[in-house]
């Protein structure tokens, strides 16, 4: 049996005797002679010396004890010498010629071939070790050196020196043997249960791992990778599995898969290594099953957690603003009594000071209204619903933010549109939902360059007998991630933030019949809309 160094030396000589003996272009025949077809356009002298060196070359090819052949581009069979048949086990060379090569070799190495062929296309020498079944034997163990043959267009054709390897012989049969009693155990059971090679191939499943992967046959998945079927995200703890496995260990797993059909699934492996009888890993066993139905209820109990949680903290916050609420109620009356006093001390001596005393007086009997509203709305108590005129709310929400809006430079634009019919509203918890939102667009506008620093309040006629307000602002969008979420109690991206501004706005807003949402603005920036009924004539 020839030495790889020999065989390579072979393939360079024989695929230098063919070029020359085809000077131009290979013609496959002309190594072990023709098999028909007219050779007439070909001059007598270059006819002649084919012929001398292709006779030349014929002993050499069939005094090889080694495969040898001669394959086109798709893996068909042109030219082979009678070592190669008897490798196949076959007594006439009509049931070789004109067949893919891929008929003989072991599924899980036909991809692998395919490759070393397009390498061989591209002008590069090949080399591997595979698996054939050959006609009436067991599956043996190859080795196959291939070279480029060219002609005037390039690569033409490959020649390839195939032997087999007798040290792998007893291994196959024994991996065979193994096979055989892993298949007798694995095929009932319902889980997947498979064979990977050391890089990750599928070598065996079981008919059960069908339906996990939507697949209908098993030739659809032997000898592709198993990373083909996992989730790009998980692959590369997958491999670290694959490593520790190869090392000897045992380990679990938990990850999604891509189904044939396109389908994400929760499964979990269990992955242990095999060995031969000299120690060496030789392939990995997994055993997976599909966890979608617990990470369903997992994800659910996480969930109720969640829930539980913020109803706790809503809770905790109820009896917080409660008390809150009590003791500010104090001080707001001092403050309005003082402001008073101030008031009757200077009648009428300087009319600023009187005037700024009375929104003094005026401001804190507001607070204290807000602060009724919240105790009220703790205590799951319903607004307090009277007829009121959709510009009230919104200038009197303007007028409260003007100081903060000189101080930041934005300007405002406020569109009311006429007639528009009259709400059954709280007043203060509407102009609560208006001064949060215009507060939190002035917010995202403070850093902008000044001439697009600029709110937009716009009032109108919605659907369905509906009063639509809409605050619109220069800055950028909301992201989607951020967006799923903004209504979510304690969910804040502010650094100081609560999170609990959204949620009450949004409560409050439910709690009058409406709907609050966002959308991006078409002109760029964020929007925040809510629609509340109108009162019926």
């Not at 068909?76 to 048949?85: Q, S, T």
Request: proline share 6%; with cysteine; glycine share 8%.
């Amino acid at each position: 049996m020839m030495g790889p160094d020999i065989a390579m030396g072979l393939l360079v000589g024989v695929s230098l005797g063919v070029a020359l003996a085809s000077h131009t272009s290979l013609r496959p025949r002309a190594l072990f002679g023709s098999r028909g077809g007219s050779v007439a356009e070909t001059p007598p002298p270059v006819m002649e010396r084919r012929s001398n060196t292709a006779i030349a070359l014929r002993p050499l090819f069939e005094s090889v004890s080694d495969c040898v052949e001669v394959l086109d581009r798709d893996g068909v069979v042109l030219r082979m010498n009678g070592a190669g048949l008897a490798f196949r086990n076959q007594n006439h060379i009509s049931r070789v010629i004109g067949r893919p090569v891929y008929d003989v070799i072991m599924p899980k190495h036909r991809e692998a071939y395919r490759r070393m062929v397009e390498r061989v296309f591209s002008g590069l020498p090949g080399f591997l070790e595979y698996e054939i079944d050959t006609v009436g034997r067991r599956p043996r163990w190859l080795e196959t050196y291939a070279v480029p043959l060219h002609g005037a267009d390039g690569v033409t054709s490959l020649l390839a020196i195939s032997r087999e390897l007798p040290g792998r012989r007893k291994k196959s049969r024994q991996m065979e043997e193994q096979r055989q009693r892993l298949r007798t155990i694995i095929d009932p059971r319902p889980e997947c249960v498979k064979l990977l090679s050391p890089t990750g191939v599928v070598l065996e499943m079981n008919p059960g791992g069908l339906p996990l992967i939507h697949a209908d046959r098993l030739e659809s998945v032997l000898g592709k990778e198993i990373y083909e079927f996992i989730t790009p995200e998980y692959r590369h703890y997958y491999r670290a599995l694959s490593e520790r496995g190869l090392k000897g260990e045992r380990g679990v797993m938990e990850y999604e898969i891509l189904a044939m059909n396109g389908e994400r699934r929760w499964v979990e492996t269990h992955a242990a290594p095999l060995f031969d009888g000299e120690g060496a890993v030789t392939t990995l066993l997994a055993i997976t099953r599909n966890v979608a139905d617990r990470k369903s209820i997992e994800e659910g109990l996480r969930r109720q957690r969640s829930e539980l949680a913020h109803t706790c903290r809503l809770s905790t916050m109820g009896e917080m603003a409660s008390g809150l609420a009590h003791e500010l109620n104090q001080p707001l009356c001092a403050i309005s009594s003082y402001a008073e006093t101030a008031q009757s001390l200077s009648p009428g001596g300087n009319p600023d000071l009187d005037q700024v005393l009375g929104k003094i007086i005026s401001e804190t009997e507001r607070a204290s209204q807000i602060i009724q509203r919240v105790r009220e709305f703790v205590r799951n108590q319903g607004p307090k619903l009277v007829p009121t005129k959709p510009a009230v709310i919104a200038e009197s929400a303007i007028q409260l933010v003007e100081p903060e809006r000189r101080r930041l430079g934005i300007s405002f634009n406020l569109d009311i549109a006429d007639d528009l019919p009259v709400l059954l509203a709280d007043r203060v918890q509407l102009e609560q939902v208006l001064l949060n939102l215009i507060m939190n667009a002035m917010q995202a506008s403070r850093d902008l360059p000044q001439q697009e620093r600029l709110l937009v309040l716009t009032v109108s006629r919605g659907e369905d007998s509906t009063v639509r307000f809409s605050l619109c602002n220069r800055g950028a969008p909301i992201p989607p991630e951020v967006e799923r979420r903004m209504f979510t109690p304690f969910y804040t991206t502010k650094e100081k933030g609560m999170g609990m501004g959204l949620a009450i706005s949004r409560s409050i807003i439910e709690s009058h019949n409406g709907t609050l949402g966002y959308h991006d603005d078409p002109a760029g920036g964020a929007c925040f809309h809510f629609h509340l009924p109108a009162v019926s004539k």
